[in-house]
């Protein structure tokens, strides 16, 4: 019988409820504890919740006690019968347990045995991890050796087939390829010639016959194609584009193995196009110089009289110039975006003739292609080689090819420059030069600019001398010659100044060259000192002041013209003259008319008015009551007949008008000062009559 079943009947046999107080009163009431601690006890079940409770209530504690007992006991039974209820399942979980238990034991056998054999696969691993290290390194030393021996196979191999492309090939692009193979083979021969191998020795030799015979057939080939450039009407651009850059590895190839072939086919290819663009170039001077128009001589200076010109032996050429002084047309020449190359058909066929910038333009944009073509073949063909003993840099080859032509056209420039008188066209070329320095600028390209300064050199110089001529002129000049007539209309000399000063400093915008505007400051100067010189031969001082200002207005006229900022100064300098020329002959216009007036108001007007008589005062009003309709009439004949440019002489005449005008207020004021409300038996003119008679002849303007 299990044990559990054994407590189970136990606890179900039945009890009565007198045996059951027995049994509690001889366990619980036994006397066990002493007075004192029975007192504390009893003290402490005083302060128990459930103690405290019933004695709250009144509660019988024998009745509380057997209540409490008779609770207890169903308590008890109830957790009696809930444990047999569930014996079953305590007995099946204790039987589950045992056979985990079981199930526990076998799995730690398992995995005890798969311990075991885990380290018996490591061992395995570490002897196949030395295994593979060995066969790694073992791979490693015979890759390096498999790779050692092919690029020495490679290198020092030379096959059948590469002796023969070489030796019998024609040149072409698969020539190159092989060319490029051979290259390498002798590089790498270079790089290991130190190392002792006994194959470089037996190689060596046919490797560098074989090169010595690629050598002499890259050298026949190249002289045969730069020879090539020799032929007439040969386009050399055209060549070094589609031919010889084609080759240019097969040079460099010379001047890496023998340099002293590839130096000797660089010299023959400079002389050849040096040559070469000399002699086109000259045949193009020749042949633009039949188009160059005349367009001045020693004699068209601004102080040369015009009777000058008309000799024996120079009326002939008048017809081929044009204006010398005038800019013009010619401007064109700056501002089109036209390269302006001239073409010999089209020139002859219209028997054109033009202004030597014309020329100077085409010759210049003509080199600046074909010298811009030329460098960069120049850095394609010749300057990717690291030959040491090719010239120093690129542009010093092309200075090379182009030292004859620079010669040629410094020569051709500075023969135009000595003999030229025309300032207005050296002053284009200048500018033209300026463009061309800015074009190769742009292209990045600077092989031109030392060819380019020098011709900047050969002109302004001239360009110098040329105004210095002008300048003498004008001081040399003959009055009686330039001024026979001593007429006050506006005078050719000043005409001409004012066009040729409207020219240059229509050239010196956007330059603000500060020699130029020196340089007409100083032809000004003379040109004023000449006009003063003609005015003076004028023996009436007004007539010479209307020349004054008939020419001043001429030059303002040319001038206005154009409204660029570098012509201000010129002209606020013309306006201020202008104006005192313009007072000086309104006072002497005047002094005629009412000079009595004048000299009185100017006297008064800075002494007492009280000093000066009435009757003075009396003579002047009455004088000028009656004639200033007259005299108003006489300044407007007088005015339009001196000056003929009406715009000219309608603003003199306001000024005469308005001076006058003044004059007559100023001496109303001095008559209100002197007399003031009282009446006198002359009394002057109103003021407004005389503004509305004046307003009748401005009106007419």
């Known amino acids: 019988m299990e044990i559990d079943d054994i407590i189970i009947s136990q606890l179900l046999q039945p009890t009565t409820g007198r045996e059951t107080i027995s049994r509690f009163s001889q366990t619980s009431f036994e006397p066990q504890f002493s007075i004192d601690q029975m007192d504390d006890t009893i003290a402490e079940f005083q302060e128990d919740p459930m103690v405290m409770e019933a004695f709250s209530k009144g509660s019988n504690l024998s009745e509380y006690a057997r209540q409490i007992a008779q609770d207890l006991k169903q308590v008890e039974d109830a957790n009696v019968l809930e444990y047999v209820k569930n014996c079953d399942a305590a007995l099946d979980l204790n039987r589950q347990i045992e056979e985990c238990g079981l199930m526990l034991d076998q799995m730690d056998k398992l995995l005890r045995g798969y311990q075991v054999h885990l380290g018996k696969v490591n061992e395995e691993i570490g002897t196949i991890q030395n295994q593979s290290w060995l066969l790694s390194v073992q791979m490693k030393n015979r890759v390096a050796t498999e790779k050692f021996l092919g690029s020495l196979l490679d290198g020092i191999l030379v096959s059948p087939n590469l002796i023969r492309k070489i030796c019998e090939g024609e040149i072409n ?186 020329i100077f333009k085409s010759i210049t944009r003509l080199l600046l292609d074909n010298a811009s073509s030329e460098y960069i073949f120049n850095c394609e063909f010749f300057g990717n080689s690291n030959a040491p003993r090719l010239m120093e840099t690129t542009l010093a080859a092309f200075n090379g090819v182009f030292d004859l032509t620079f010669k040629l056209l410094q020569t051709s420039f500075k023969q135009y420059a000595d003999i030229s008188y025309d300032a207005v066209g050296i002053l284009l070329c200048i500018r033209l030069n300026a463009q061309n320095l800015r074009v190769m600028q742009r292209r990045r390209i600077p092989c031109l600019d030392n060819f380019l300064n020098m011709i900047n050199i050969v002109l302004w110089p001239r360009y110098q001398a040329i105004i210095d001529m002008h300048i003498d002129s004008l001081k040399k000049a003959v009055v009686s010659k330039l ?19 409207a020219s240059i400093l229509k050239l010196n915008v956007g330059y603000n060259d500060a020699h130029v505007v020196n340089s007409l400051t100083r032809l000004r100067t003379e040109v004023e000192v000449l006009m003063g010189k003609m005015a003076a031969e004028i023996p009436v001082r007004k007539l010479g002041l209307s020349f004054w200002i008939s020419n001043i207005d001429l030059v303002l006229s040319i001038l206005s013209e154009h409204t660029e900022s570098a012509f201000d100064p010129e002209k606020q300098h013309f306006e201020q003259l202008l104006e005192s020329k313009t007072s000086d002959f309104v006072n002497e216009e005047l002094q005629i008319h009412i000079g009595k007036m004048m000299q009185f108001v100017t006297k008064a007007e800075q ?7 009435g009757v003075l005062f009396e003579s002047i009003a009455t004088d000028f009551n009656l004639k200033w309709r007259q005299t108003l009439s006489q300044l407007n004949d007088t005015v339009t007949q001196t000056f003929p440019n009406f715009q000219n002489g309608a603003r003199v005449l306001h000024a005469c008008l308005a001076q006058y005008v003044l004059f007559y207020k100023r001496f109303i004021a001095l008559w209100e000062k002197k007399f003031g409300t009282k009446q006198q038996k002359v009394q002057p003119t109103g003021m407004q009559s005389v503004l509305v008679e004046v307003k009748k002849f401005r009106s007419t303007f």
């Open 173 to 358: 692009e698969f020539f190159i390829q092989h060319l490029y193979e051979l290259n390498s083979k002798l590089d790498y021969f270079e790089q290991n010639k130190n190392k002792k191998i006994l194959a470089y020795k037996q190689v060596a030799p046919e490797l560098e016959r074989l090169t010595l015979k690629a050598v002499e057939k890259i050298r026949e080939f190249l002289l045969k194609l730069i020879d090539s450039l020799k032929t007439p009407n040969t386009n050399i651009a055209m060549t070094q584009q589609t031919v010889l850059l084609k080759y240019k590895e097969l040079f460099w190839f010379l001047m890496d193995k023998y340099p002293d072939v590839g130096l000797e086919l660089h010299a023959n290819y400079i002389a050849i196009a040096s040559n070469y663009f000399a002699v086109s170039f000259e045949k193009y001077l020749k042949s633009v110089s039949r188009f160059q128009a005349v367009i001045g001589d020693k004699l068209d200076l601004i102080g040369i009289e015009e009777n000058a010109k008309r000799g024996l032996f120079t009326g002939r050429f008048q017809k081929d110039k044009t204006n010398i002084f005038t800019l013009g047309d010619r401007l064109k020449v700056l501002t089109s975006g036209d390269p302006g190359l001239i073409l010999f058909q089209v020139g002859d066929d219209k028997n054109q003739k033009m202004a030597y910038e014309a």
């Open 483 to 501: 001024f026979p007539t001593k007429d006050t209309h506006p005078h050719y000399i000043v005409r001409r100044y004012a066009e040729f000063c």
């Open 607 to 613: 002494a007492d008015v009280g000093q000066f008589d």
